[in-house]
């Protein structure tokens, strides 16, 4: 099916996160990007930039959507029948095609492409991102002349977040806020981590979270030092560590905090660790400034983590970009990351998760994050919830 108009009774793009004109200067940016690189049109799939440039959003994204985005001309996209009235909803794209079940998406895509006259001109597609399987890139490749990257121009444009995007990421760091802090409340002897887990979701949907891109990491006790651990029914005993990690969402926009908590007194060597932690965080967080590259903050965790002598326990990047997430993942991997591998340079607009951890492998973690953005004379902490060991 192929439309330029809604469907009787629904109003376009009453559920979008921004209002029409801002996706129009979204799609002239990306236009800008394609021109810079000399392409006639990219094929965009991943959701996270499908949605930056259209409003789009679905738990759906599992089945074939695209936007086909020309250089000069109106973009087109396609997505399955079924998630027709949702991109009425969020969308103001005027022109889209609709498929049914048992369509072969590349077909569908090299159609769409033949008919506005571009299977000749200089086509690219993301290869970076999630959602590009490699036998719908092969049957791209075997009708188009050569299929060039996209890979990053979206990416580019989500770095610096506008006044709007950030309002909507200070939304998510109070679900996140309100969920740690039902969290740490119910830590106790007895309670298990599925118990903390309800409390914790059960907070952040009440003060307004939507889906979150990933579920809360919760463990305790020695399952509390396995990196990326999720909650499995244990009973929280007396000595445990309790490691809480989780997300907020507010229009696809998400947050990140990580806090550590203890049933009883933590033992000399968690002190230990939670100074060395504190300490990390203030000094990268002190070190994102304009000016400064993503690498500063990491270097300067780093520097403390490595003069404590506790090097060994932290082998990671020191945060990553906080914006518009699909699961499985809550952070923009694809847009920034706080290592010392990245000389990006920090931007006000910025927004990160900035997550120091250290562990005692297989024993405990302990980790203590801030999502911050980044202003014209330094970091803004967003969140509000105390950062230091909560003894139960």
């Known amino acids: 099916m192929t439309s330029t108009t809604a469907t009787a009774g629904l109003t376009r ?81 005027a022109e889209y095609e609709a498929y049914g079940d048992g369509t072969r998406p590349a077909e569908l895509v090299v159609d769409a492409l033949t008919r506005h006259g571009l299977t000749s001109k200089r086509i690219a597609i993301e290869k970076g991102g999630w959602f590009l399987p490699i036998a719908f890139y092969e049957a791209l490749s075997a009708v188009l002349p050569k299929l060039e990257d996209a890979t990053g121009i979206v990416e580019a444009m989500r770095r610096v977040k506008s006044p709007a995007e950030i309002a909507k990421i200070e939304e998510a760091v109070r679900h996140a806020d309100a969920g740690i802090q039902a969290g740490i409340a119910a830590v106790g002897a007895g309670v298990t981590e599925n118990d903390l887990v309800a409390e914790m979701m059960h907070a952040a949907i009440k003060a307004g979270a939507e889906y979150m891109g990933m579920e809360p990491l919760v463990s305790s006790g020695p399952r509390s030092g396995v990196p990326h651990a999720t909650w499995r029914r244990r009973r929280l005993e007396p000595g445990d560590a309790v490691f809480m990690e989780m997300s907020g969402c507010f229009d696809r926009y998400h947050s990140g905090l990580m806090r550590t908590a203890w049933v009883g007194e933590p033992p000399k060597l968690a002190r230990e660790m939670e100074q060395v932690v504190l300490g990390a965080l203030d000094a990268a967080i002190a070190a994102a400034k304009p000016g400064a590259t993503c690498a500063a903050p990491h270097i300067a965790a780093q520097r403390v983590i490595d003069d404590a002598g506790m090097t060994e326990r932290y082998r990671k990047r020191t945060g990553y970009s906080l914006g518009i997430s699909f699961a499985p993942d809550w952070g923009e991997w694809q847009v920034a990351s706080l290592h010392d591998t990245v000389d990006l340079p920090l931007v006000p607009g910025m927004c990160f998760h900035v997550v120091p951890a250290l562990r005692e492998y297989g024993v405990f973690t302990i980790g203590i994050s801030e999502s911050i953005c980044i202003t014209e004379t330094g970091a803004r902490i967003m969140g509000a919830t105390p950062r230091t060991i909560r003894v139960a």
């Open 13 to 93: 793009g009453v559920e979008s996160a921004f209002p029409a004109a801002e996706y129009e200067a979204r799609l002239a940016k990306a236009r800008a990007g394609l021109a810079e690189r000399g392409l006639d049109a990219a094929v965009f799939t991943g959701p996270e930039n499908i949605f930056y440039l259209t409003g789009q959003q679905t738990p759906g994204y599992y089945t074939f959507q695209c936007l086909v985005l020309p250089a000069r001309g109106e973009p087109l996209f396609l997505l399955r029948q079924l998630e027709v009235t949702n991109f009425l909803r969020n969308t103001y794209i």
